[in-house]
């Protein structure tokens, strides 16, 4: 319904001992406020959803229990990512086991460089004892440049198996980084499969079970503070605009169909829920109930307006035009706050004045 409700305490006196059953009106306080459906939901309640799509291979909490942050909550079936988990740590073992172990590269490159070096070491002694002879012509042209080229092969090679060596050993680093991101990447990927907790709390509600096909979209379960609990509150749109952070709130909840609960609106939701045409508010307990669950509803209505000793009268006995029926004729008042059975006067009444109920 989109109008506003409105209750108040009040005080009446009747008087009907005259023929045309003239009524008094008294002072007292009138409220007014404006109607919500409502329902009670565990404190920082959210729905726990799989990060990726399988189907559930383990469920390891029940409905009622107290978990952990962090506590894992059900694993989905993830045989792929397991096999390309194990694939990664091959490879990075490989992959270490050429720089590290025993099919190590470049000790192999090292000794090759160290073996070339040393005869190049032999190459340079002979071509200068070459060149020492030839200077005394003691050996032909040919013999010293023979033994000059080989020393500069020598030289070529121990270049050549250093820039081999410089190069593989980059290649193998870079390889084992790979292998490495691979196997944290595969890690990664294994950890999608396992559901978790994000806060301490109690499982309210299960969706799922062992062996069912869950998607990014359908929340496993829902889990909430275990003793804490908010109101729910749904506002029409007409009535957004009166409500305020701090207003009070009286609570009929159907479980406790002869109690009024107390609240306070804590938070106001930014956006109207284009389905229902209503905005959500959410209201604290001022003394919450020793025993609630989660889904309870109810009415509220959330007070906007508050007004002590005004001068109030029967809605019924209000004629269109702000007119009223009184033992003295019809008189034009003028109105201040309402609901659905009251309205304030603020001028052309007194409490003296007597007031016949229209036909």
């Known amino acids: 319904m989109k109008n506003s409700l409105l209750f108040f305490s009040i005080l009446l006196l009747f008087a009907c001992s005259d023929p045309q059953q003239s009524i008094g009106i008294q002072r007292s306080t009138i409220v007014e406020s404006v109607y919500a459906s409502a329902r009670v939901e ?27 942050s962090g506590q894992l909550l059900a694993v989905l079936s993830n045989q792929p990512v397991i096999l390309a988990q194990r694939n990664a740590a091959l490879g990075l073992e490989a992959a270490q086991d050429q720089v590290e172990g025993s099919h190590n590269i470049l000790e192999e490159l090292q000794l090759s460089l160290e073996s070339a070096r040393a005869k190049m070491r032999l190459d340079s002694l002979n071509a200068k004892r070459m060149k020492a002879l030839f200077n005394q012509q003691a050996c032909a042209s040919s013999e010293y440049e023979a033994a000059n080229l080989q020393y500069q092969t020598s030289k070529n090679s121990v270049l050549s198996l250093q820039n081999q060596l410089l ?61 804490s609990f908010v109101l729910k509150l749904l506002v ?124």
């Open 42 to 68: 565990p404190l920082n309640a959210y729905k726990v959803n799989a990060s990726i799509g399988g189907y559930l291979e383990q469920l390891l909490i029940k409905e009622g229990a107290l978990v952990q």
């Open 167 to 227: 190069r593989r050993r980059k290649e193998l680093r870079n390889q084992v980084a790979q292998t490495r991101n691979n196997l944290s990447a595969s890690a990664a990927r294994s950890a999608d499969f396992e559901i978790r907790s994000n806060q301490n709390g109690k499982v309210y509600q299960l969706t799922k079970e062992k062996g069912e096909l869950v998607s990014m979209q359908e929340p496993i379960a829902v889990i909430g503070a275990e003793n």
């Open 236 to 359: 029409d749109e007409v009535d957004i605009s009166k409500i305020e952070i701090g207003q009070k709130v009286s609570v009929h909840l159907e479980a406790f169909p002869n109690r009024v609960f107390h609240a306070t609106v804590t938070k106001i939701a930014p956006k109207m829920d284009e389905r229902s045409q209503t905005f959500e508010i959410e209201a604290q307990f001022l003394k919450q109930p020793a025993h609630l669950f989660m889904g309870l509803s109810g009415e509220a209505n959330i007070v906007i307006n508050e007004k002590k000793n005004a001068l109030l009268l029967p809605i019924s006995y209000l004629l269109p035009g702000n007119k009223v029926q009184t033992t003295e004729g019809v008189v034009k008042v003028r109105t201040g706050l309402s609901n659905w059975e009251y309205v304030e006067i603020l001028g052309g009444l007194t409490e003296k004045s007597r007031l016949v109920k229209p036909e």
